[in-house]
């Protein structure tokens, strides 16, 4: 139980997403991924507990770890990861005080949060034709998406507002 927050957040403020390939002067990172799944969590589920947004923070919390790994290759690598990446992800909600296995229901809320994520990555800064980002990601409704834009900050600024917005999570918890 060596998990610290400190040590996700700066760890997920370092780690790209898309494999660097994005436009910008900074990657766009997994822990700015993570505060933009959060927030579209909060649009998707707005009575939803502060546990259960603190679950959508921590979605990809493993990758401090592991790394990110797109979709091709996590499968290449085989059941291995999935199971590596759960035994992570539980270990991490035991330590934050959220149940190792996250109801189903939260957890496709979550998922559907990561898939509007990866279609305003993919349009803003990723540079997929809003066609084409349906097409992989489905188009989101228009008033989870109202307002959002990606932005692409130093490492220490995002690994600040994580830490941040983690401690207020748990504040809310208590």
Excluded: C
């Excluded at 996250?102 to 540079?127: C, F, H, M, T, Y």
């Amino acid at each position: 139980m060596d998990i610290e927050i400190e040590d996700i957040a700066h760890g997920l403020a370092f780690v790209a997403r898309w494999n660097g390939q994005t436009m910008g002067d900074y990657p766009y990172s997994v822990a700015e991924h993570s505060l933009l799944v959060e927030q579209l969590f909060g649009r998707i589920a707005p009575k939803a507990p502060a546990r259960w947004r603190l679950a959508a923070l921590l979605h990809d919390a493993p990758e401090y770890v592991i790394g990110d790994m797109i979709s091709p290759v996590k499968s290449a690598v085989g059941p291995g990861y999935g199971a590596l990446d759960d035994r992570l992800a539980a270990a991490v909600h035991l330590r934050f005080g959220l149940p190792a296995q996250i109801p189903v229901s939260v957890k496709k809320q979550i998922k559907r949060a990561d898939k509007i994520s990866a279609w305003l990555e993919a349009v803003q800064i990723a540079g997929f034709a809003e066609k084409e980002a349906s097409q992989f990601f489905g188009r989101p409704a228009p008033e989870l998406i109202d307002g959002l834009s990606i932005r692409l900050r130093p490492p220490v600024a995002v690994r600040g507002d994580f830490t941040a917005r983690h401690n207020q999570l748990l504040e809310a918890m208590a």
